[in-house]
């Protein structure tokens, strides 16, 4: 990537974040959901569920903070989906700025508003009894997964920004990836669920990047679910990159 590339990825970097520190109920509706998750599941349903832990916040914690990032790259897609409909594209393509920054522009936006996002929901389950043994490499580690998580994620929503043609078909991609937790090791073991269930559960990318972050948080052995998590999280990537990226420059050809 050149400097011109770099130089250019920056301004529509502040761009965006402008634009999100002028509509801050985006970053707290993202963040009020999860935490709202972790309040029901810690404080209703967290005494009729067995984990085998005395500590269910440290057990609910990886999942909601997927959950969270999950709801926060669906704004992303509606964001560039607006850009797309206002024009402002034609406007920067007829600048001598790279294209591709235009899109990294919102990409960038996305990691620095869900890692906001996860900094609070982790602060809030401080409170609620969150405690972790987590060492600084472990703590680096717990952060690479995420940004890779958000990144591949948000690429996908990069895809449902370009190909949308409402502001809802922009959006309704994310609901699928939010729900995914749910039938995961996130909020119970999945050697409590049903045959096709527990199959499904245990062969989707959230429950090895649930279990890779609750071992981490735990300072335990990882095991092969840190390179499962990262490599469904590479693969993701890899893909929606390619794939926005030929969508986009099908629409600015």
């Not at 990825?9 to 509706?29: K, N, Y």
């Not at 990836?177 to 669920?193: D, G, K, R, W």
């Not at 335990?220 to 390619?242: R, T």
């Amino acid at each position: 990537m050149s400097a011109h590339v770099i130089s250019n990825t920056g301004v529509m970097l502040g761009r965006s974040i402008r634009h999100v520190t002028r509509s801050m109920d985006t970053i707290i509706t993202v963040t009020i959901m999860p935490i709202a998750f972790m309040l029901l599941f810690r404080y209703v349903f967290g005494g009729a569920i067995q984990t085998g832990t005395d500590n269910y916040t440290n057990y609910l914690m990886p999942g909601i903070l997927l959950i969270a990032i999950a709801s926060g790259i669906s704004y992303t897609g509606f964001r560039l989906f607006n850009d797309m409909q206002s024009g402002i594209f034609e406007r920067f393509h007829s600048m001598p700025i790279a294209r591709s920054s235009v899109l990294w522009g919102h990409v960038l936006t996305s990691v620095v508003s869900n890692a906001i996002s996860v900094v609070v929901i982790i602060a809030v389950g401080l409170v609620m009894g969150f405690r972790t043994s987590a060492g600084i490499l472990d703590w680096l580690a717990v952060a690479a997964i995420l940004a890779m998580f958000t990144l591949s994620l948000t690429w996908v929503a990069m895809i449902a920004g370009l190909a949308a043609s409402s502001t809802d078909g922009a959006t309704a991609f994310s609901y699928p990836l939010i729900f995914l937790p749910f039938i995961s090791s996130a909020f119970v073991p999945t050697e409590t669920m049903p045959g096709p269930v527990k199959a499904f559960a245990e062969n989707q990318p959230v429950t090895s990047i649930v279990n890779a972050l609750r071992a981490l948080f735990e300072q335990q052995p990882v095991g092969n679910d840190i390179w499962i998590a990262l490599g469904w999280c590479a693969g993701i990537l890899i893909v929606a990159y390619a794939f926005a990226m030929r969508v986009y420059h099908r629409k600015v050809a």
